[in-house]
């Protein structure tokens, strides 16, 4: 047991820090990068591929840096200090984690040597209207064409969907959910891209007897699907837990500085207090996410940490978004100050892969089937 | 980053498991369990049992009794203890009043009183608060004079708790009215609780139990030996007692054993033909709960690995306000489990209703004593404010 970074970790975490505080230190220059698409900074995802940040979970053998799941905390905490709206999580955790997990040799050495080198940035369309949340689906289908497949049916929000070169897709097959990849270019594959609230991209990806090619050996991957989707959302817990961080600091310091009745708003104690309990959760919210990353780390039960972290991550998430905006007052709410981005980007992260209310009910149906939570224990350490 | 316990202190979680499961008797661990009044004689035949083997005093210097462990060997040895539903040593022997003879007292103090303390041989209580001196425990006004080779103290402390069984209590009292600074003006004196002038009258609770005291000092003659530490430094003695009654506060395994009751009656009890536990609002709410304390354990692993040089981390004010939080939260669940059966608080033979659903209440009520005890939650986010956030 033991929550603390080696020297390598520093290392990592204080130069992703230096690089995206050169591109973010100023909350304008991230304003100015989400007025236009692709909704993030070309250049800046250059510079993440030169650190080695866009290849950090995959393999060395196909082009990655061999780095565990605390590395990617780390690049995701930092992104989140800054909400850089440059797609690491999308691209490298979630798309490229899939097709690390189940792709087949070949399709490894290809696709994610690429993503690695900030050539390709693929998403994963898998969201559909009607639906949430579901690790199966359904409302597109794939049909065996030969030697290979064709889609056909809607995504929609597929983060980064318009600007992506490469799609992982999932879509009903036979006895369950596969996974295929279908290039940007393709036949039959209309993309309609838009912004979203919290200055990112999202596009409705419309498929119609689209040329497409299994991912890894086919069959259902509902599994597999659940399993990234979960490394996904433990991921983005350390991009809120950055978030929430500078939310909180952003906050304190406002209250050390802003006058009203002739006195800084920190000798008002219906502030400080509010401002402490921001703290409590974040700290709480902290811990559950280093600890997922650990479980994920030590080969535990990754779907149930990470609803854990969810859940705590969620409410933090939203108590800290709400609270920081209220305690600035009225600048809190406009587009020229930084903090309210910080809550629309909170507020994007909850409904992504799964809210609070979410993930508890996924506890709830398992509160029977334990006496006592050993965070230690089984299932999470093996 | 490593989430599994290294071998050797899961042999030593291990070792504690089954030093407290077995090694206490099980008629005390019984009574722990089902919330039952705890006499005075189970206190001390389980601090005796731990004292024994070792187990009772970790935190102490080794000379008196220490055992050198790491903060993470301390906090799985309380986690595990209170999983057990053992009774923990005496708070007033072993984190408040011993740690400070150890630190601050003379040899002869720490002969007289450091091996009876940590038996048990000697039941302490606190004198600190005072009927105008809560919160604000600077503002304290039983005064001690000096009159030859005593201190003669005269005033009136409250909220002693167990002092009923008390053989001896520290007492902050002010030494010095004219000091510039409150704080500065205050000295720890200790003098057993039957010497002439001091009476002890009982408070009842709101849940019918008696638990804490007032005491009052009328011309109590105190030997000037029994000043710990020097005059006038009281505060400082007191700062650094109220820092350890901190750490270990947030009680992790007490609310851990909690919720598994808590499930356990919910299993017993049906609702629209089901069991209560299957009730989808029952099962998210306990979920929830579960989900904050494992939040809050992970929280007091990481701040027990940083506490280093004995100092408590800042964030232990987290675990304090979060821990008291929860063990509310706890208590509260299983009033609401018990439902209808709560009103039957008091039944004795010839009830049916279950005695989880009988001390329910009491308890619940009892428990609203765990956020303002040990510095109010308020003064907990003071100083997460003030200290942490530098508001």
Known sequence: MDFTFDSEQNDLREAVRGLLERAYGDSEARRKVALNDPGFDEKTWSRLAEMGLLGLPFAEEHGGMGAGPIEVAIVAEEMGRVIAPEPFIEAVVLAGGLIAAVGTDEQKGELLGAIAEGASVPAFAHAEVGTRWSASASAVTATQAGDGWTLTGVKEPVANGARADVLVVSAAVDGGTGLFVVQGDAEGLTRTGYRTHDGGRAANVRFENTPAVALGAGGDQTAAIERALAEARIAYSH??????DTALRTTA?????????????????ALTFRAADMYVSLELARSTALWASMVQDAGGDVVSAADRARLQTSRAGRHIGKEAIQLHGGIGVTAEYKVGHYTSR?????????DGDWAAD?????VAAHETVDPLGAPYAV | MRLQLSPELEAFREEMRTFFTTQVPQEIRDTVAAHRHVSKEQYVEAQRALNAAGLCVPHWPVEWGGKDWTPLQRHIWREEMQLANVPEPLAFNTSMIGPVIAAFGNQEQKERFLPKTANLDIWWCQGFSEPDAGSDLASLRTNAVRDGDDWVVNGQKTWTTLGQHADWIFCLVRTDPTAEKKQRGISLLVFPMDTPGVTLRPIELIDGGFEVNEVFFEDVRVPAENLIGEE???WDYAKFLLGNERVGIARIGTTKRLLAQAKEHAREIVADGR?????????ARIA???NELVALELTALRVVANSSDGKPHPASSVLKLRGSELQQAGMELLVDIAGPLSLASFAEEGSDVPDFARVATPSYLNYRKVSIYGGSNEVQR???????LGL
Do not use: C
């Not at chain 1, 991009?239 to 929430?244: T, W």
């Not at chain 1, 996924?362 to 398992?366: F, K, N, V, Y």
């Open chain 1, 239 to 244: 991009e809120s837990i950055g978030a929430m």
């Open chain 1, 253 to 269: 310091e406002y209250l050390k500085t802003r006058k009203q009745f002739g006195v800084t708003l920190n000798r008002f104690q």
């Open chain 1, 346 to 354: 909170l507020t994007a992260i909850d409904h992504v892969l799964g």
């Open chain 1, 362 to 366: 996924r506890l709830a149906a398992e």
């Open chain 2, 232 to 234: 006038n430094r009281g």
């Open chain 2, 275 to 283: 069991p209560l536990l299957e009730n989808p609002r029952m099962a």
């Open chain 2, 288 to 290: 929830e709960l579960e």
């Open chain 2, 382 to 388: 003071t100083i997460i404010a003030g200290t942490i």
